[in-house]
């Protein structure tokens, strides 16, 4: 067996094992135990702070540029629409079923099947570190975020998301705001009161239809949805308080701020953002990555989801194997046959390659 086909199998049976494993975001333990189990074992030195794992490849060299291959441990929680069992990795038809196997697990397998390729190459030129972290599917505090500067001095980062093993140069970003709209209780009988839901439908069809000067070529424009709205105790009563939640994706153009002083400024509603923090991201297409993707038949473009890249602050893309449609999806899966796509494309992208 060659080198690559014994790098694919092993990330196979890595990835099996993973999804054996429940690895819910905030409780990743145990999957992060079984990381530096296979890095143990294949002698690679590892560092680790709560539930993520890094790794340095073997020739780190001060002075030379560093790249960063990093994926998350985590997974939401399965839906009841499962028809299998989501913690028991089943192949059927070429296919691995399980939670987690598309999101972002094949990534997170092929990436490391990648690292350890180039692990003992003193020839790169450029430095290597590994990192399989946390609390991805929640943008949480003690992910990736929380490692940053253990990390050291970053010149790129290839994260792992399933794209097709197509290149995502750009990603919206998230704000979610909740809103509260506030008026007078009052006997729904009576013309009596001051109706909050009245108040707050009037800011929901501003929001619905207010565009953004700025668009993006590859973003598109910033996207504003209300997901929910609660108001009333009972028939009878006027509401005083209505509430509601809005999900804003943003293009390149706006930051998570503007953006929200813009909405203050044309609403009358109270407004409170959860947090500013996960702006789009993106690199230039002419970045020697972007080239180097295109030359081997790569497609480029902007991804509506939003990973890892928010919390990063420095230049990176995301690509990986597997099909964004599928994650979060009852009866998730990944091809085995995209498995050896994705290690051999990430090799394919590393190699004799310069920043």
Not at 13 to 41: C, F, P, Q, W
Not at 200 to 214: E, M, P, R, T, V
Not at 327 to 336: G, N, Q
């Amino acid at each position: 067996m060659d080198k690559d086909n014994f790098l694919t199998k092993e990330a196979v049976n890595l990835l099996k094992s993973m999804i054996a494993i429940a690895s819910y975001s905030g409780d990743e333990h145990r999957v992060a135990d079984l990381i530096k189990n296979i890095l143990e074992t294949s002698n690679i030195e590892y560092k680790s702070q709560g539930n993520n794992v890094w790794a340095h490849n073997k020739h780190f060299t001060q002075g030379k540029p560093t790249i960063l291959l990093n994926s998350h441990i985590d997974t939401v929680k399965p839906s009841k629409s499962w028809t299998k069992d989501p913690f028991t990795p089943i192949i059927e038809s070429g296919k691995l079923y399980g939670l987690g196997s598309n999101d972002a697990g094949a990534s997170l397998v092929s990436l490391l099947a990648a690292f350890k390729y180039f692990h003992h190459d003193d020839e790169l030129n450029f430095n290597l570190i590994f990192a399989a972290t946390a609390e991805e599917e929640v943008s949480g505090p003690n992910g990736i975020a929380s490692i940053i500067e253990q990390l050291g001095a970053i010149d790129f980062a290839i994260v792992g998301e399933p794209t097709k093993m197509n290149l995502a140069i750009a990603e919206k970003g998230l704000m979610v705001i909740d809103g509260e709209a506030k008026g007078i209780s009052g006997h729904a009988a009576r013309e009596e009161g001051e109706n909050a839901i009245y108040k707050a439908l009037k800011d929901i069809g501003w929001l619905q239809n207010y565009s953004f000067d700025k668009e993006s070529n590859l973003l598109g424009p910033v996207k504003m949805s209300v997901t929910q709205i609660n108001a009333g105790s009972q028939h009878n009563v006027v509401p005083d308080r209505c509430g509601f939640v809005i999900d804003v994706r943003s293009n390149e153009h706006y930051s998570n701020r503007e953006i929200f002083e813009m909405l203050q400024k044309n609403t009358l509603s109270e407004l409170k953002a959860r947090s500013f923090r996960l702006n789009s991201s993106g690199m230039s297409a002419n970045h020697p990555f972007a080239k180097k993707a295109i030359s081997l038949g790569l497609e480029t473009f902007g991804s509506p989801t939003l990973s890892d890249q928010a919390l990063i602050p420095f230049v990176s893309a995301k690509i990986g194997p597997g099909d964004s449609a599928r994650s979060h999806t009852a009866d998730e899966y990944i091809h085995l046959s995209e498995i050896e796509k994705g290690i051999d494309t990430y090799i394919n992208l590393l190699k004799d390659f310069k920043l």
